[in-house]
């Protein structure tokens, strides 16, 4: 960018040349410079401004592409729960399940105390605070972690996560989104609020 260094009189005005819209204009019209030779910059005010706002939506659609990108590939990199129909036991399940129970002769934790005491991860699926499954009111079971087994994950009970963590990270290891765990804490703090109000009133 060359700075004008030749004015230009018009109607007895100095007038000064800029060298992006090639317009002849007056000093007010440029910024100081005081580098330049005649104290002013190449460009004038307006064609400034111009450059200064396309710039800035350049920098912002960036953003905005790579805010997009990254969040379409934290979706793609989670698998989906799957929600399967339960199916009747024949009598043959039942009888291995019969012969299984008899000869491993283990039984199933009953208190917290005991469940913690159980080894990790914990190979009871069945029950309502591992993380493997979820079983719905009409008996449909949904996988949250369709693509591993039990066994392969980190963290398998729900009561062990009971800690203060971050909405990110409780939403990566219950394989479900933020926002549901944000409706999740809601729904639980009314509850809590309801039974601290009954407590609170007495019989």
């Known amino acids: ?52 706002k396309k710039y800035l939506e350049k920098q912002k659609s960036r953003r ?21 129909k339960p199916l009747p036991l024949t ?19 009953r208190t917290r105390r005991d469940c913690s005491e159980t080894s990790r991860p914990c190979p009871w699926v069945g029950c309502r ?10 008996g449909s079971i949904k996988f949250n972690f369709p693509d591993i087994e039990p066994w392969e994950m980190d963290e398998t009970c729900a009561l062990d996560l009971a800690c203060g963590m971050p909405l990110d990270e409780i ?9 549901r765990v944000r409706q999740i804490i809601q729904v639980a703090m009314e509850k809590m609020k309801v039974l601290y109000d009954e407590l609170e009133v007495g019989p």
């Open 1 to 52: 960018m060359s700075i004008p260094k030749t004015p230009i009189m018009i109607d007895g005005v100095v007038h000064w040349r800029c060298s992006l819209c090639g317009k002849a204009k007056t000093a007010d019209d440029f910024a100081r410079r005081a580098k330049a030779a005649n104290g002013l910059s190449s460009d004038c005010k307006r064609c400034r401004a111009k450059v200064k």
């Open 64 to 84: 905005k592409k790579s805010t997009v990108s990254s969040t379409e590939r934290a979706k793609s990199s989670r698998t989906r729960p799957v929600t399967k």
């Open 91 to 109: 009598e043959k399940d039942l009888r291995t399940k019969r012969m299984l129970a008899s000869y491993y002769q283990i039984q199933r934790p």
């Open 129 to 138: 605070y591992h993380l493997y499954l979820d079983e719905g009111r009409h």
């Open 171 to 179: 939403s990566a290891r219950l394989n479900i989104t933020g926002e």
